[in-house]
Antibody, heavy 125, light 109 residues
Protein backbone atom coordinates (compact mmCIF):
# COMPACT_ATOMS: atom_id res chain seq x y z
CA UNK A 1 0.00 0.00 0.00
CA UNK A 2 1.06 3.60 -0.52
CA UNK A 3 2.82 4.79 2.62
CA UNK A 4 4.83 7.78 3.81
CA UNK A 5 7.01 7.29 6.88
CA UNK A 6 8.58 10.31 8.52
CA UNK A 7 11.55 10.69 10.81
CA UNK A 8 11.22 11.05 14.57
CA UNK A 9 10.57 14.00 16.85
CA UNK A 10 13.16 16.75 17.17
CA UNK A 11 13.97 19.33 19.83
CA UNK A 12 15.92 22.34 18.62
CA UNK A 13 17.25 25.57 20.06
CA UNK A 14 16.09 28.89 18.62
CA UNK A 15 18.21 29.85 15.61
CA UNK A 16 19.03 26.25 14.70
CA UNK A 17 17.87 24.25 11.68
CA UNK A 18 15.85 21.06 11.46
CA UNK A 19 15.69 18.50 8.67
CA UNK A 20 12.74 16.11 8.50
CA UNK A 21 12.63 13.11 6.17
CA UNK A 22 9.69 11.40 4.48
CA UNK A 23 10.27 7.96 2.94
CA UNK A 24 7.74 6.83 0.34
CA UNK A 25 6.80 3.30 -0.62
CA UNK A 26 4.10 1.47 -2.55
CA UNK A 27 4.10 3.66 -5.66
CA UNK A 28 6.43 5.09 -8.30
CA UNK A 29 8.10 7.88 -6.36
CA UNK A 30 8.96 9.94 -9.44
CA UNK A 31 5.34 10.08 -10.62
CA UNK A 32 4.08 12.50 -7.98
CA UNK A 33 4.81 15.85 -6.42
CA UNK A 34 5.08 16.03 -2.61
CA UNK A 35 3.70 18.70 -0.28
CA UNK A 36 4.76 19.69 3.20
CA UNK A 37 2.17 20.94 5.68
CA UNK A 38 2.54 21.97 9.30
CA UNK A 39 0.21 22.31 12.26
CA UNK A 40 1.06 24.36 15.33
CA UNK A 41 -0.38 23.17 18.66
CA UNK A 42 -4.14 23.70 18.72
CA UNK A 43 -4.09 25.37 15.30
CA UNK A 44 -5.14 24.50 11.76
CA UNK A 45 -3.20 23.12 8.82
CA UNK A 46 -0.74 25.38 7.04
CA UNK A 47 0.62 24.62 3.56
CA UNK A 48 4.37 25.13 3.34
CA UNK A 49 5.51 24.10 -0.12
CA UNK A 50 5.78 21.54 -2.89
CA UNK A 51 8.57 19.70 -4.71
CA UNK A 52 8.28 18.28 -8.22
CA UNK A 53 8.72 14.60 -9.11
CA UNK A 54 12.34 14.86 -10.22
CA UNK A 55 13.30 17.14 -7.34
CA UNK A 56 14.47 19.84 -9.74
CA UNK A 57 11.84 22.43 -8.82
CA UNK A 58 10.20 23.68 -5.66
CA UNK A 59 7.64 26.29 -4.69
CA UNK A 60 7.35 27.64 -1.18
CA UNK A 61 4.67 29.63 0.59
CA UNK A 62 5.66 33.28 0.83
CA UNK A 63 6.07 33.23 4.60
CA UNK A 64 8.77 30.54 4.41
CA UNK A 65 10.80 32.03 1.58
CA UNK A 66 14.48 32.14 2.53
CA UNK A 67 14.14 29.68 5.44
CA UNK A 68 12.70 26.58 3.80
CA UNK A 69 14.46 24.06 1.59
CA UNK A 70 12.85 20.96 0.14
CA UNK A 71 14.95 18.29 -1.49
CA UNK A 72 14.43 14.83 -2.89
CA UNK A 73 16.58 11.71 -3.17
CA UNK A 74 15.02 9.60 -5.91
CA UNK A 75 17.46 6.74 -5.27
CA UNK A 76 15.94 6.15 -1.84
CA UNK A 77 12.42 7.52 -2.50
CA UNK A 78 12.90 10.03 0.28
CA UNK A 79 11.91 13.68 0.54
CA UNK A 80 13.46 16.14 2.96
CA UNK A 81 12.19 19.39 4.47
CA UNK A 82 14.74 21.68 6.12
CA UNK A 83 13.66 24.78 8.03
CA UNK A 84 16.33 27.16 9.27
CA UNK A 85 16.52 30.06 11.74
CA UNK A 86 14.00 28.31 13.95
CA UNK A 87 11.93 30.31 16.41
CA UNK A 88 9.40 29.27 19.03
CA UNK A 89 6.53 29.86 16.59
CA UNK A 90 7.90 27.03 14.42
CA UNK A 91 6.98 24.51 17.09
CA UNK A 92 4.54 22.28 15.22
CA UNK A 93 3.84 18.88 13.75
CA UNK A 94 5.22 18.72 10.22
CA UNK A 95 3.59 16.44 7.65
CA UNK A 96 4.52 15.30 4.16
CA UNK A 97 1.63 14.45 1.83
CA UNK A 98 1.61 13.05 -1.69
CA UNK A 99 0.05 15.24 -4.38
CA UNK A 100 -2.53 13.68 -6.68
CA UNK A 101 -4.49 15.50 -9.37
CA UNK A 102 -7.10 14.89 -12.02
CA UNK A 103 -8.64 17.04 -14.73
CA UNK A 104 -12.41 16.91 -14.81
CA UNK A 105 -14.78 18.47 -17.31
CA UNK A 106 -14.03 22.10 -16.53
CA UNK A 107 -12.10 22.16 -13.28
CA UNK A 108 -9.08 20.30 -12.02
CA UNK A 109 -8.92 18.71 -8.61
CA UNK A 110 -5.80 18.29 -6.50
CA UNK A 111 -5.66 16.33 -3.28
CA UNK A 112 -3.19 15.14 -0.67
CA UNK A 113 -3.12 11.38 -0.16
CA UNK A 114 -1.68 9.76 1.82
CA UNK A 115 -0.11 11.78 4.62
CA UNK A 116 2.90 10.86 6.67
CA UNK A 117 2.38 10.22 10.37
CA UNK A 118 3.80 13.62 11.27
CA UNK A 119 6.99 14.79 12.97
CA UNK A 120 6.85 16.97 16.06
CA UNK A 121 9.45 19.72 16.03
CA UNK A 122 9.83 21.58 19.31
CA UNK A 123 11.80 24.82 19.36
CA UNK A 124 12.82 25.74 22.87
CA UNK A 125 15.82 27.01 24.74
CA UNK B 1 -7.96 36.00 -2.81
CA UNK B 2 -6.09 32.96 -1.53
CA UNK B 3 -8.21 32.43 1.58
CA UNK B 4 -10.70 29.66 2.33
CA UNK B 5 -13.29 30.38 5.01
CA UNK B 6 -14.93 27.71 7.18
CA UNK B 7 -17.25 27.98 10.15
CA UNK B 8 -15.22 27.17 13.27
CA UNK B 9 -17.78 24.77 14.70
CA UNK B 10 -20.79 22.75 13.60
CA UNK B 11 -22.90 20.45 15.72
CA UNK B 12 -25.26 17.68 14.61
CA UNK B 13 -27.52 15.22 16.38
CA UNK B 14 -26.60 11.58 16.05
CA UNK B 15 -28.04 10.18 12.81
CA UNK B 16 -28.85 13.58 11.36
CA UNK B 17 -27.21 15.42 8.45
CA UNK B 18 -24.25 17.73 8.92
CA UNK B 19 -23.09 20.20 6.30
CA UNK B 20 -19.71 21.90 6.46
CA UNK B 21 -19.02 24.71 4.02
CA UNK B 22 -15.87 26.29 2.61
CA UNK B 23 -15.84 29.60 0.76
CA UNK B 24 -13.19 31.25 -1.36
CA UNK B 25 -12.51 32.63 -4.82
CA UNK B 26 -10.02 29.84 -5.54
CA UNK B 27 -12.91 27.37 -5.51
CA UNK B 28 -14.10 28.83 -8.81
CA UNK B 29 -10.94 27.46 -10.47
CA UNK B 30 -10.38 24.09 -8.79
CA UNK B 31 -12.25 21.47 -6.81
CA UNK B 32 -11.83 21.34 -3.07
CA UNK B 33 -10.56 18.34 -1.21
CA UNK B 34 -11.66 17.55 2.34
CA UNK B 35 -9.73 16.06 5.24
CA UNK B 36 -10.83 14.59 8.54
CA UNK B 37 -8.49 14.90 11.49
CA UNK B 38 -9.01 13.29 14.88
CA UNK B 39 -6.96 14.30 17.94
CA UNK B 40 -3.37 13.18 17.77
CA UNK B 41 -3.73 11.76 14.27
CA UNK B 42 -2.65 12.82 10.78
CA UNK B 43 -5.34 14.19 8.45
CA UNK B 44 -7.18 11.67 6.28
CA UNK B 45 -8.64 12.42 2.86
CA UNK B 46 -12.43 11.95 2.81
CA UNK B 47 -13.58 13.72 -0.39
CA UNK B 48 -11.67 14.74 -3.51
CA UNK B 49 -12.34 16.01 -7.00
CA UNK B 50 -15.86 15.98 -8.30
CA UNK B 51 -17.39 14.24 -5.24
CA UNK B 52 -15.12 11.18 -5.02
CA UNK B 53 -14.50 9.12 -1.90
CA UNK B 54 -11.28 7.19 -1.28
CA UNK B 55 -11.54 3.50 -0.58
CA UNK B 56 -12.63 2.92 3.00
CA UNK B 57 -14.51 6.19 3.45
CA UNK B 58 -18.22 5.53 4.21
CA UNK B 59 -20.76 6.61 1.62
CA UNK B 60 -22.44 8.92 4.14
CA UNK B 61 -19.68 11.39 3.18
CA UNK B 62 -20.32 13.44 0.04
CA UNK B 63 -19.14 16.66 -1.51
CA UNK B 64 -20.55 19.36 -3.75
CA UNK B 65 -19.47 22.64 -5.23
CA UNK B 66 -21.19 25.76 -6.56
CA UNK B 67 -19.49 29.00 -7.48
CA UNK B 68 -17.11 29.97 -4.70
CA UNK B 69 -18.50 27.49 -2.17
CA UNK B 70 -17.67 23.85 -1.54
CA UNK B 71 -19.63 21.70 0.88
CA UNK B 72 -19.00 18.48 2.75
CA UNK B 73 -22.16 16.64 3.77
CA UNK B 74 -22.35 13.80 6.26
CA UNK B 75 -25.71 12.08 5.92
CA UNK B 76 -26.56 10.14 9.07
CA UNK B 77 -23.68 11.36 11.21
CA UNK B 78 -22.11 8.81 13.55
CA UNK B 79 -20.26 9.35 16.81
CA UNK B 80 -17.00 8.43 15.11
CA UNK B 81 -17.43 11.33 12.67
CA UNK B 82 -16.70 13.81 15.45
CA UNK B 83 -13.46 15.43 14.31
CA UNK B 84 -11.93 18.51 12.72
CA UNK B 85 -12.55 18.92 9.00
CA UNK B 86 -10.41 20.97 6.64
CA UNK B 87 -10.99 22.01 3.05
CA UNK B 88 -8.12 22.63 0.65
CA UNK B 89 -7.65 23.75 -2.91
CA UNK B 90 -5.04 25.20 -5.20
CA UNK B 91 -4.65 28.96 -5.02
CA UNK B 92 -6.12 30.67 -8.08
CA UNK B 93 -3.55 33.46 -8.05
CA UNK B 94 -1.47 31.69 -10.70
CA UNK B 95 1.26 30.61 -8.30
CA UNK B 96 1.78 26.96 -7.53
CA UNK B 97 0.41 27.43 -4.04
CA UNK B 98 -2.24 25.61 -2.04
CA UNK B 99 -4.43 26.88 0.77
CA UNK B 100 -6.34 25.28 3.65
CA UNK B 101 -9.49 26.50 5.31
CA UNK B 102 -9.28 27.27 9.00
CA UNK B 103 -11.02 24.03 9.92
CA UNK B 104 -14.44 23.12 11.33
CA UNK B 105 -14.86 21.24 14.59
CA UNK B 106 -17.79 18.83 14.13
CA UNK B 107 -19.54 17.77 17.32
CA UNK B 108 -21.99 14.85 17.20
CA UNK B 109 -24.55 15.23 19.97
Amino acid sequence: QVQLVQSGAEVKNPGASVKVSCKASGYTFTSNYMHWVRQAPGQGLEWMGIINPSGSSTNYAQKFQGRLTMTRDTSTSTDYMELSSLRSEDTAVYYCARDVSRKYDVLTGWWFDPWGQGTLVTVSS
Amino acid sequence: SSELTQDPAVSVALGQTARITCQGDSLRRSYASWYQQKPGQAPVLVIYGKNNRPSGIPDRFSGSSSGNTASLTITGAQAEDEADYYCNCRDSSGNQNWVFGGGTKLTVL
